[in-house]
């Protein structure tokens, strides 16, 4: 079992940058990735990463705004969120995918982009 702890997570108004992390405990790690939960909307994929080829996949929605890093001596990724919309106001989750195809999941950390 995969232990996440994410933080980062805040209010900014319109146009402004937010930082996410998210370190996880535990070894057997596929990828790592971003998920998040609108208000009243259902979860929806962000980013992800895999850790062995460092391979990135990004939702349309976030292309060319947001970034997926990962720093492998800490086991910990990372979202820098540029350029943020009212639109991208959520729960933002950290996921992480096992070579057995087990999938954990963090807290969540509060994202709020005003107006």
């Known amino acids: 079992q995969v232990q996440l702890v994410e933080s980062g997570g805040g209010l900014v108004q319109p146009g402004g940058s937010l930082r996410l992390s998210c370190t996880a405990s535990?070894?057997?790690?596929?990828?790592m990735g971003w998920h998040r939960r609108p208000p009243g909307k259902q979860r929806e994929f962000v980013a992800s990463i895999t850790t062995g080829d460092q391979t990135t996949d990004y939702a349309d929605s976030v292309k060319g705004r947001f970034t997926i890093s990962r720093d492998s001596a800490k086991n910990t990724i990372y979202l820098q969120m540029n350029s943020l919309r009212p639109e991208d106001t959520a729960v933002y989750y950290c996921n992480a995918v096992d070579y057995g195809i087990r999938t954990d999941w963090g807290q969540g950390t509060q994202v709020t982009v005003s107006s």
């Open positions: 535990g070894g057997g790690i596929y990828s």
